[in-house]
């Protein structure tokens, strides 16, 4: 069983809250998508109105281990205090006797946000894990995880603290658990899975659990060109991981639920380092030259697939189609975002940074029911794996 926030009395008690506030920053440092920390204020707010001391803490950017002033918790203090209209203190460190006292002279109602975690490589490395974790429980007397996002990693303030405090889950995870766990037990049907994006090592696990579960299951993108060039039928670079390579070679093409693209749009192999004007065309997966690569589906697998989502009681997409940042091989990942935002009968789920990205540009983000704060969390976890972060959680 897992205990959510609910089931404490937290008035008057210290509450350690870790949060995922990892926002993409510009070069100047202002966050570019504050989603994350939007998702977290319901429990934020449940704490605040229940008479709790409030310590947040989180993880930004890739420190390594090292104080980097770029990724100090500034700017989500500022937008903390933006979004809740409260003054929210800092502390210039996570762990530590300053901190300690500083958290001993806490008031309930008052909010306080620790430094980056990430600037102690004992956050995310075995060694001295177990010390770090102790010192993060002195700070509270109660543990609520809110992180979603980061519960797939084994790192100190998502598994090692839940061993020293009473711990259970916050709103936002609370609520990820509850939708995704539909998708995976008791979906409405039919449910249509979209599978796009790049990496296929971290969504072959997700691409066998939706042939058995879903009713269809759509390939597009990287993901797509990689069975596709497994099987022989697409020109393309092999898949570098040999274990990967195994699974998707026992992919069943003739699979009635498995749809992979009839057309593509292509153009020459290194875009990434320089596209030569004006040269893209349309060709079947088969047609495909040596010196091309797919960078988008075609239209008449946008038809296909949108013919397929309409029918949809129950629409989970994770991954674009193709390389929308570039506007010749937009159309696909804007084309089926639309056709799922034209289906109002089905419920939405979406989720991944890159698909987020896309629905952002593409002003259908608040089309979707649910969009996961989790891109690695979520499809490990739709993925049948048991996520080291619940699992501390359990009791």
């Excluded at 879903?214 to 022989?232: C, Y």
Aim: glycine share 10%; aromatic share 6%; proline share 5%.
């Amino acid at each position: 069983m897992i205990r959510n926030l609910r089931h404490f009395n937290v008035k008057n008690k210290r509450v350690l809250v870790r949060a995922d506030f990892n926002v993409p920053l510009d070069k100047k440092g202002n966050i570019l998508d504050d989603f994350r920390i939007k998702q977290t204020l319901p429990t934020i707010e449940y704490l605040l109105k229940k008479g709790a001391k409030l310590i947040l803490m989180s993880h930004l950017g890739k420190p390594e281990g090292k104080v980097v002033e770029s990724l100090k918790l500034t700017p989500v203090q500022e937008k903390l205090k933006e979004y809740l209209g409260l003054p929210i203190a800092k502390t210039d460190d996570c762990v530590g006797k300053k901190t300690e006292d500083r958290v001993l002279g806490m008031e309930p109602g008052e909010i306080l946000l620790l430094e980056n975690l990430r600037f102690y490589k004992e956050e995310e490395e075995s060694a001295n894990a177990e010390n770090f974790a102790k010192k993060l429980a002195k700070l509270g007397q109660i543990y609520i995880n809110d992180a979603f996002g980061a519960c797939h990693r084994p790192h100190a303030s998502i598994v090692g603290v839940p061993k020293y405090l009473p711990s259970g889950t916050g709103l936002l995870l609370e609520k990820e658990i509850k939708i995704l766990s539909q998708v995976l037990k008791r979906p409405w049907r039919p449910l249509v899975a979209i599978i796009g994006g790049a990496k296929i090592s971290s969504k072959i696990k997700v691409i066998e659990k939706f042939l058995e579960r879903a009713d269809h299951l759509l390939l597009a993108g990287k993901i797509a060109n990689a069975v596709l060039s497994t099987k022989g039928i697409l020109l393309g670079k092999p898949i570098s991981e040999p274990e990967v390579v195994k699974k998707v070679e026992k992919i069943d093409l003739t699979c009635s639920k498995l749809h992979l693209p009839v057309d593509v749009l292509v153009s020459l192999a290194d875009l990434e380092t320089g596209l030569k004007e004006g040269y893209f065309r349309q060709a079947g997966p088969g047609q495909v030259r040596r010196d091309e690569a797919a960078y988008d589906i075609g239209p008449e697998t946008v038809r296909i697939f949108s013919k397929i989502i309409k029918t949809a009681k129950m629409i989970f997409w994770s991954g674009p189609s193709g390389m929308f940042e570039e506007q010749k091989f937009e159309k696909g990942t804007k084309e089926i975002a639309q056709s799922i935002a034209r289906n109002h009968l089905a419920f939405k789920i979406a989720g991944g940074g890159d698909t987020a990205l896309a629905l952002n540009k593409f002003g259908l983000i608040d089309k979707f029911d649910h969009i996961s704060t989790g891109g690695g969390a979520m499809l490990s976890f739709l993925g049948g794996e048991k996520l080291p972060g619940l699992k501390a959680l359990e009791k």
